[in-house]
Antibody
Framework: QVQLQESGPGLVKPSGTLSLTCAVS?????????WSWVRQPPGKGLEWIGE???????NYNPSLKSRVTMSVDESKNQFSLKLSSVTAADTAVYYC????????????WGQGTLVTVSS | QSVLTQPPSASGTPGQRVTISCSGS????????VYWYQQLPGTAPKLLIH???QRPSGVPDRFSGSKSGTSASLAISGLRSEDEADYYC???????????FGGGTKLTVL
């Protein structure tokens, strides 16, 4: 059973950089899957942030592309998200998820981690 | 403003059948698969329907999906109290080169 676990600071200052890591267990990050980040502002809907393949190929949401960087660490079986120049609008629960097969199909999700942007 | 449009709310009584719609365009639903996710309060989303109408193992056959043109629907028959949740549709968008979600529909079981 694949499990994903997000980790990172729960509080980030405005204009700073949000950094999160998703640890994958029960499966290999080097498998034929895309690995995604999805966020959900409090009381609002889901927003796809982007995805990364294990050899480093990425796709980012055009609305966030200029601020997003994703990376993979195969030795630690984990992938990461960095979101720069954050504002209060970036306050959300951030989920990592595994993409299976075709785009848009997320079969495993982390439990989510709340990141608040505030001074 | 979400790329895919869903009604913000839906409701039904136990045992009823309810449907939730999802409207898109030729660049997303019209040319790609539709997915449905169920999000129970305080939990991560769960894949409910993939490839328009396929259920992952473990998902009851009370849940069904369909797609026609640039719209899709999720139907829940034999409604139960535990179905009370938020439901999201999703699809790949060729123009945006990314995954787009609907705004979500909050289902209330009366």
């Amino acid at each position: 059973q694949v499990q994903l676990q997000e980790s990172g600071p729960g509080l980030v200052k405005p204009s700073g950089t949000l950094s999160l890591t998703c640890a994958v267990s029960g499966g290999s990050i080097s498998s034929s899957n895309w690995w995604s980040w999805v966020r959900q502002p409090p009381g609002k809907g889901l927003e796809w942030i982007g995805e990364i393949y294990h050899y480093g190929s990425t796709n980012y949401n055009p609305s966030l592309k200029s601020r997003v960087t994703m990376s993979v660490d195969e030795s630690k079986n984990q992938f990461s998200l960095k979101l720069s120049s954050v504002t209060a609008a970036d306050t959300a629960v951030y989920y990592c998820a595994r993409g299976e097969g075709e785009e848009g199909r997320f079969d495993y999700w982390g439990q989510g981690t709340l990141v608040t942007v505030s001074s | 403003q979400s790329v895919l449009t869903q009604p913000p709310s839906a409701s039904g009584t136990p045992g009823q059948r309810v449907t939730i719609s999802c409207s898109g365009s030729s660049s997303n639903i019209g040319s790609n698969y539709v997915y449905w996710y169920q999000q129970l309060p305080g939990t991560a989303p769960k894949l409910l329907i993939h490839r328009n109408n396929q259920r992952p193992s473990g998902v009851p056959d009370r849940f069904s999906g369909s797609k026609s043109g640039t719209s899709a629907s999720l139907a829940i028959s034999g409604l139960r109290s535990e179905d009370e949740a938020d439901y999201y549709c999703a699809a790949w968008d060729d123009s945006l080169s990314g995954v787009v979600f609907g705004g979500g529909t909050k289902l209330t079981v009366l």
